[in-house]
């Protein structure tokens, strides 16, 4: 299993930015996935989770909940973090996740649980 985040780049506070998450690999429409983000200097932090397609159901962090939305396209093999009125605050590499085995919990941002990352794509929020 691989994952490819891109969408990220520099925008001003208020604006709206979507993140992609590619998958490849053997990916189970049951796979949970995670979106996290790290600012320098800061420990990593769990953003928002969506779990298996049979349930869907998502999570999202006190800093972003209302602002962010998680969704998945198993089509296409994907998965979406949709960033909308974002603040400097939010400024962070943010990395996608895959956990194989969520089994019929719903999905947690608890990084150790998480067994594929993708590489990061970088979201600067400035004026």
């Known amino acids: 299993v691989q994952l490819q985040a891109s969408g990220g780049g520099l925008v001003q506070p208020g604006d709206s930015l979507t993140l992609s998450c590619v998958t490849s690999?053997?990916?189970?429409?049951?796979?949970?996935f995670g979106w996290f983000r790290q600012a320098p200097g800061k420990e990593r932090e769990g953003v928002s989770c969506i779990s298996g397609s049979s349930d869907g159901s998502t999570y999202y962090s006190e800093s972003v909940r209302g602002r962010f939305t998680i969704s998945r396209d198993d089509a296409k093999k994907s998965v979406y973090l949709q960033m909308n009125n974002v603040k400097p605050e939010d400024t962070a590499v943010y990395y996608c996740?895959?956990?194989?085995?969520?089994?019929?919990?719903?999905?947690?941002?608890?990084?150790?649980?998480?067994?594929?990352w993708g590489q990061g794509t970088q979201v600067t929020v400035s004026s």
């Open positions: 690999g053997f990916i189970l429409d049951y796979y949970a």
């Open positions: 996740a895959a956990d194989v085995n969520p089994g019929q919990r719903d999905c947690v941002v608890h990084a150790e649980i998480y067994d594929y």
